[in-house]
């Protein structure tokens, strides 16, 4: 079973639309991120949460929110998606500490498409 | 501002040639270089991590190597297979930073 699942893996939906998205992980990691992928562009960080306490933006919050329910689940929320927010969204853990162990494990994704 | 660019964006190789993918970064203070492996409609997977006073590291085919004196690194694959088409990503970390600079990615393609 995987350690890090993303629920759905595709959507399709309107502008709009409120949206969730899930990602649960059986790593017994405290730091959990959500990342989006476009085209031509590096992984870039929605939002960060070091435990169910600690939530923090990343480079690029605006118009999203998440929500930690528990040390193993991270949801990300699009509150009224638009068509840019068309991507691949990707949840991520680790364990803490900086340098050379922190390696960030990676769901499968979501592919979101908004019309 | 940290940053990680890629070379080439993609490539074309027959099976069983060897390629070599480049990065370059400006993360400072630097402490590690990873090399990720994506597969379609997949998650990046590590490869390898070499922190400042590694210069090599293989991991089966791939070979990685890090120069951080001129804060360049590249991938090495060998002898390539049909599994190896895949996008291969540069991820650095900062010292003082848990956040991580990723590169845009290098899509490789193996032919039969």
């Known amino acids: 079973d995987a350690d890090v699942t993303q629920t759905p893996r595709n959507r399709i939906t309107k502008t709009g639309k409120r949206i969730m998205l899930e990602c649960s992980q059986t790593?017994?990691?405290?730091?959990m991120y959500w990342y989006r992928q476009d085209p031509g562009l590096g992984l870039r960080l929605i939002y960060y949460?070091?435990?169910?306490?600690?939530?923090n933006k990343g480079e690029i919050s605006d118009g999203y929110s998440v929500s930690r329910q528990a040390q193993a689940k991270f949801s990300l929320s699009l509150e009224s998606a638009i068509p840019n927010q068309t991507a691949l969204y990707f949840c991520?853990?680790?364990?803490?500490?900086?340098?050379?162990?922190?390696?960030?494990?990676f769901g499968p994704g979501t592919r979101l498409t908004v019309l | 501002k940290n940053q990680v660019e890629q070379s080439p964006q993609s490539l074309i190789i027959l099976e069983g040639k060897n390629c070599t993918l480049q990065c370059n970064y400006t993360v400072s203070p630097f402490s590690n270089l990873r090399w990720y492996k994506q597969d379609t409609g997949r998650g990046p997977v590590s490869l390898t991590i070499m922190t400042f006073s590694e210069n090599t590291k293989s991991n089966g085919r791939y070979t990685a190597t890090l120069d951080a004196d001129t804060k360049q690194s590249s991938l090495h694959i060998t002898a390539s297979q049909l599994s190896d088409s895949a996008s291969y990503i540069c991820?650095?970390?900062?010292?003082?930073?848990?956040?991580?600079?990723f590169g845009a990615g290098t899509t490789v393609t193996v032919r039969a």
């Open positions: 991820v650095v970390s900062a010292s003082n930073d848990y956040k991580l600079s």
């Open positions: 949460s070091f435990d169910v306490k600690d939530i």
């Open positions: 991520a853990t680790s364990s803490p500490g900086t340098g050379a162990y922190n390696e960030q494990f």
């Open positions: 790593k017994g990691h405290d730091r």
